[in-house]
């Protein structure tokens, strides 16, 4: 595999999100479908909250994974629709749920779901997802398949609650934010690349290498994120750049200043991120900070890291243009930053 050329200057380079959704272009519309019909209710606001979260976006890297991974592999059947659409569901829920603890008011660029309907609603309407995910899950037919979905379903939470009670924290180790980001956000791209395995009837080399694959995607993404917030435009991340800051969470960028900051910058953070008292500036003086410390540009090194690995766990798999697209996607997770 190519390494991940990464310069301080934007690259043209093709989205192999639309290249994955070309060559899936006769199962991503029946997952569509599937969604639309498992977000549909009598309970008016069930169907209208979920339109509008399908009418924000998204590019459905998640659930395309599953279908590469599966057409890779040469599936032939069916399966594998349930399981795509399992995984995007799993995935609007906890942004859903995500956006309530956050408090946040905006989700792909627009007003997030729980700004317009209200907190208990947007809780209700992520659990009502949640359960037809598991009831997709078992249309797939099969047990181990729904085993790994559940069990990501199970980490996603316990990463979720682990950040929280991270907030503000500024002790916070970098071992242990890379193990809740490896919980929170890698666990989802893993189970979507290791389900499809199981379902063709693999073997176990083959299930492992996807699920590396998936999990190395994923802590690629989520670093990559950590650092746009911190420079990134919000057209880029569908939030505003900075919200990480403004929440008081506690990011790989950050903690790697913390190792390296003087008693003022320390007291800086403990101000702004443990005390949440903020003024106007903190957050470009946040960002000189990080910069000065080389915080963000390390960041994106590690996301490089992860995605070359992404890569590497592809090299069991004979090369065909959904190798190529896979392999190009980890690329494109990092290159989406300039």
């Given at each position: ?22 060559l ?11 969604l ?16 509008w ?70 809780v209700?309407?992520?659990?009502f ?26 980490i ?41 395995p199981?379902?063709?009837?693999r ?100 996301a ?24 190009a ?10």
């Open positions: 595999m190519n390494g991940l050329p990464l310069t301080d200057t934007p690259q043209a380079i093709a989205d192999p999100v639309s290249t994955l959704m070309a899936a272009g006769d199962d991503m519309p029946r997952v569509e479908a599937l639309s019909e498992r977000m549909a209710s009598p309970v008016e606001l069930i169907p209208e909250l979920a339109a979260l399908v009418k924000a976006g998204g590019k459905r890297i998640r659930p395309l994974i599953t279908i590469a991974s599966a057409r890779m592999l040469g599936y032939e059947g069916e399966g594998h629709l349930a399981l795509a659409g399992a995984v995007e569901l799993i995935h609007t829920a906890t942004l859903l749920h995500d956006d309530v603890v956050d408090e946040s008011e905006l989700r792909r660029g627009k007003a997030s779901a729980n700004h317009i309907w209200g907190n208990p609603q947007s209700l309407v992520g659990d997802l949640f359960a037809q995910a598991f009831m997709l899950m078992v249309d797939s037919g099969s047990l181990d398949a729904l085993h790994v979905l559940s069990r990501a379903a199970a996603i939470a316990e990463g979720e609650v682990r950040q929280l009670a991270m907030v503000g924290d500024v002790a916070v180790s970098r071992q242990s934010y890379m193990e809740v980001i490896d919980a929170k956000t890698a666990a989802l791209f893993a189970a979507a690349a290791q389900v499809s199981i379902l063709a009837g073997p176990k080399a083959e299930e492992d290498a996807l699920h590396t694959y998936g999990r190395e995607l994923g802590l690629a993404f989520q670093l990559v994120d950590d650092a746009l917030d911190y420079g990134g435009l919000a057209a880029l991340l569908g939030k505003n750049t900075g919200d990480d800051f403004r929440e008081g969470k506690i990011t790989l960028p950050v903690t790697l200043a913390l190792e390296a900051a003087s008693a003022d910058e320390q007291a800086f953070w403990a101000r702004t991120l443990g005390a949440k008292n903020q003024t106007d500036g903190d957050l470009d003086e946040a960002i000189a900070i990080l910069k000065r410390h080389g915080a963000l540009d390390e960041t994106l090194a590690q490089r890291a992860r995605a070359a690995n992404a890569q590497s766990a592809l090299g069991v798999f004979p090369r065909n243009e959904w190798t190529d697209a896979l392999s996607l980890a690329e494109f997770v990092v290159d989406r930053a300039y």
